[in-house]
């Protein structure tokens, strides 16, 4: 472990994941919260005041605890990856002050106003406050994503004095990468909510309890199979559409994701494959023709660069180097974000035509499923960013600057090794605190407290 690139990439990989464990969904559960409390204030329902409280202390917990480790992985740009942040601070200082001054200022002002505002202002502005959270969120995250389009996609910019330098602002805001990027994530954030919404309603109903909790948990399992469908297809199709422009931005991305060395034409897609990285050859391979090619060019036929040939015009473009990322990883991290799609895809129609279309009785056995089913959105969108991030190696900024010359000069691998230890343990504690919170919140259901007040107050 004395490799500084290695160490400072895991120990960023690490922050980065356990950061976002949080941000899908603060995204959806801010527009569920959001609707739910609109539905209190057209009809005065009690019980959409009493599933606004509820999921709101959720969607509160999850909040706060992103916030933290967001703020942490900021500590990674300065601490480890110095000479990128000096490489990249023009371009990076707009929309991540964008971000922060105008995004941020605008949710974390709203939700002080939404938290301790009812009764206090009028249920209108209240119920507006909620929305302009979950609209600032959202917004921030667009800022967010604007920046690593730029590290996928560079555009809107010069090399000067070793720096890149913004030449162009609009071209950085209407990068082609960040109008499917954004949507990508924002459908992401909903499927996390829907299935976070629905696991914990199915896990109610089970209960059978004949109270209050009954009727309004049906309310949130209808609300989070349908959002859990629309984001499951939104996912999907919006991928679909990235995958497209990998053939054109990265196509050694792609060819990883399918363990593709030769190039074909057509190009078919891998159900099965073993590769062995040090020989660079294909073991054993099942695959369905043609598939690659219709889903990148819409055409059965479609030449789709092998890494091989892509290796030799990268050595010729850019000097000698490996250009491969993980295969390992690009490989079967596509292939667990696909399966986990359509198994939500399945998941959420069942409920959909069940407690929807249907209004059946939902069956038990979907009911015991469906809060385990809450971690599969995690491990799609876990899966996406390591394929996103890793598929682009060894590139920070993808045919600008690599990873080598990023990392922050004069930083001991001990020093780095030390403090990815520290962190992880760090992380590891508070991903379980927020489970133990989620966990205590979630079971305690509905409170008499929920319930009471909400006449007089909308």
Request: glycine share 10%.
């Amino acid at each position: 472990m004395d490799d500084v690139v290695l160490l400072a990439r895991l120990q960023f990989a690490i922050t980065t994941v356990y950061h976002f464990f949080f941000v899908p969904l603060t995204l959806g559960l801010s527009w569920l919260v959001a609707i739910l409390q609109t539905q209190w204030l057209r009809t005065g329902n009690p019980e959409y005041r009493a599933l606004t409280k509820f999921w709101g202390r959720l969607f509160l917990v999850n909040f706060g605890i992103g916030l933290v480790t967001g703020i942490v992985q900021e500590f990674q740009f300065g601490m480890n990856w110095s000479s990128f942040s000096s490489f990249v601070g023009d371009i990076f200082g707009a929309p991540l002050a964008i971000e922060a001054l105008l995004a941020f200022f605008l949710e974390s002002t709203f939700l002080g106003i939404w938290i301790f505002g009812e009764g206090k202002i009028s249920p209108k502005l209240h119920t507006t406050s909620i929305w302009l959270v979950a609209i600032g969120s959202n917004i921030s995250a667009f800022w967010i994503l604007i920046a690593n389009s730029f590290m996928q996609n560079p555009v809107g910019y010069v090399l000067k004095n070793g720096r890149a330098e913004m030449t162009d602002f609009w071209a950085l805001i209407t990068n082609p990468h960040i109008f499917l990027q954004f949507p990508h994530v924002l459908f992401g954030g909903i499927t996390a909510a829907g299935f976070f919404m629905l696991g914990i309603s199915a896990w109610h109903l089970l209960r059978r309890q004949k109270s209050v909790n009954s009727g309004a948990f049906l309310k949130t399992f209808r609300m989070g199979a349908i959002a859990g469908l629309v984001g499951a297809l939104g996912v999907s199709g919006t991928g679909h559409a990235q995958g497209q422009e990998l053939a054109r931005i990265q196509p050694m991305k792609l060819a990883a994701m399918e363990g593709m060395y030769e190039t074909a034409d057509p190009a078919g897609l891998s159900i099965f494959t073993v590769i062995d990285e040090k020989t660079q050859k294909e073991t054993y391979s099942l695959k369905i023709p043609s598939i690659v090619s219709l889903l990148v060019y819409n055409s059965p036929t479609g030449q789709i660069q092998g890494m091989r040939d892509l290796q030799t015009k990268y050595q010729a473009q850019y000097g000698p180097a490996n250009y491969i990322p993980s295969i390992f990883l690009c490989y079967w991290s596509f292939r667990a974000m696909v399966g986990v799609g359509m198994a939500m895809i399945a998941l959420a129609g069942l409920a959909v035509l069940l407690s929807v279309m249907l209004k059946r009785p939902i069956p038990r056995i979907l009911l015991l499923i469906l809060p385990w089913a809450i971690a599969l959105p995690y491990i799609g969108n876990a899966a996406g960013w390591i394929l996103t991030e890793v598929g682009r190696f060894p590139w920070l900024v993808q045919g600008v600057l690599r990873l080598d010359q990023g990392v922050s000069p004069g930083v001991p691998a001990s020093s780095v090794l030390i403090s990815l230890a520290v962190f992880t343990l760090l992380y590891a504690g508070l991903i379980l605190t927020t489970i133990q919170l989620f966990r205590h919140h979630a079971k305690a259901g509905i409170t008499p407290n929920d319930l009471s007040g909400a006449n007089a107050s909308h």
